[in-house]
């Protein structure tokens, strides 16, 4: 039986237990974090590259609001297929092969994007691929980190990770807008295709490769079986739920950059955003001391929306980058949550836990788009951006009883466990 709980099944470990593992300098001392560091740094460089290059391309061709939050953020949409059918093959492939595979997607995607004067709605197939085969593999980055790290490494392994994409989105996003004043899109998309291959290259020959932890067949049942017991539990449900639809709707915001503050602008709006949360992955996973980190969950969910409310009176660029920058503070609220999840799961669905979490977290970011470019027809982008951060805060605020059952506290007391945590391994 698949048990939702803290006990620990068919672990490889790759570093001694008894290491600790809490600062900087002990997670960078384990070679393979180092190479799955640098790997999310040319993936998120790549993706950043690619997604300001088609946002620009698909607003200049077709001045639609909707269409250009969709080529930022739609293309996971795509894995809603995958999830409830496939996802539970991060756990019956190696973790290894499973993350080499979406690299070698986005490869191939922007590779072809280069092709000059494609049609608008084959630029949308492309940007689908590497998202359907990212449905089946999703999960399988974290799964890594879990067997690469020790488990007191976990979090901070989590959050540095982040950094390096809160860095690499800064980098990109600044880059690709100084690079779109001098070159077109094809160009973003060249250096992406680039960047997406050597990625896969670094994975290949950079870390080892893991058994697989559950079989290949009756993948599709098993998926489902895994998928209804995470999201019928009244204790991972809600942590689904508070990493899903409030990111989701701030998302939204920034998928109106574009349209909100033009070309260079918008590429300055993304990199402010992506130093936020480079902030706050650094304050949650090394400044702040572990007691304290599940109290900021709160505050933090809250932060990521409030600072959004001031975009209603559209103030300048240089006071809409400042308040994206504090308000993408409030995304490290996902890591504390995130180190709940792996506490109430078990270590042979892993690779599921974190997929579902990644594909429900890109599926609320593309929802999240579309509806805010749906809104920005009626509305203005800046008057749309205050009306998602509104909803935002008030979903926050609803999630707020629902989350204690997970809560540490919660999970110490001796009350009986959640019978609706039960589904066949």
């Not at 939050?69 to 894995?79: D, K, R, Y």
């Not at 496939?86 to 499973?98: E, T």
């Not at 892993?350 to 920005?376: C, D, E, K, N, W």
Request: hydrophobic share 50%.
């Amino acid at each position: 039986m698949f048990r939702l709980s803290a006990k620990k099944w068919n672990r490889v470990p790759t570093v001694p237990h008894d290491r600790i593992v809490r600062t900087y300098r002990e997670i960078f001392a384990v070679p393979e974090f180092r190479i799955l560091f640098l790997a999310r740094c040319t993936t998120m460089a790549a993706v950043a590259m690619e997604g300001l290059a088609l946002a620009t391309l698909v607003y200049d061709l077709t001045g639609s609001t909707v269409l250009t939050a969709l080529s930022l953020f739609g293309g996971p949409l795509i894995t809603l297929v995958g999830s409830a059918t496939i996802l539970g093959a991060n756990d019956a492939m190696g973790p290894r092969r499973a993350t080499l595979l979406m690299p070698l997607a986005y490869a191939i995607s922007c590779a072809v994007q280069v092709i000059p004067d494609l049609p608008v709605a084959a630029r949308f197939l492309l940007l689908a691929f590497p998202y359907l085969v990212g449905s089946a593999t999703s999960g399988s980055t974290m799964r890594l980190l879990h067997l690469i790290v020790p488990p007191d490494g976990f979090l901070l392994g989590r959050a540095t990770l982040n950094i390096a994409v809160g860095v690499m989105q800064v980098v990109g996003y600044a880059l690709g807008g100084l690079l779109l004043r001098l070159f077109s899109p094809s160009t973003l998309f060249a250096i992406a295709a680039v960047l997406a291959l050597l990625t896969a290259v670094v994975v290949r020959f950079g870390i080892t490769e893991r058994p697989a932890t559950q079989p290949a067949t009756g993948l599709v049942a098993r998926t489902r079986a895994v998928n209804r017991t995470l999201l019928g539990s009244r204790t991972t449900l809600p942590l689904y739920l508070a990493m899903w639809v409030p990111n989701g709707l701030i998302v939204g915001c920034e998928a109106l950059y574009v349209p909100y503050a033009s070309h260079g602008g918008s590429g300055f709006m993304f990199a402010a955003a992506a130093a936020g949360m480079l902030l706050g992955d650094v304050l949650i996973g090394r400044v702040i001391p572990p007691p304290r980190r599940d109290g900021m969950i709160e505050p933090l969910r809250l932060l990521l929306a409030v600072p959004y409310l001031g975009m209603v009176f559209a103030p300048s660029l240089p006071v809409a980058v400042a308040l994206a920058f504090v308000a993408s503070v409030g995304y490290a609220a996902s890591l504390p949550l995130q180190e709940r999840l792996v506490e109430h799961t078990d270590d042979d669905v892993r690779g599921q836990v974190f997929g579902l979490y990644g594909s429900g977290l890109m599926v609320g970011q593309a929802v999240g788009a579309a509806i805010g470019g749906a809104v920005a027809e009626v509305l203005s982008p800046a008057h749309t951006m205050g009306v998602l951060a509104a909803v935002s805060v008030a979903i926050s605020l609803a999630l707020t009883v629902p989350l204690r059952a997970s809560a540490p506290a919660a999970t110490s007391s001796p009350s009986p466990p959640d019978r609706s945590s039960r589904a066949p391994r």
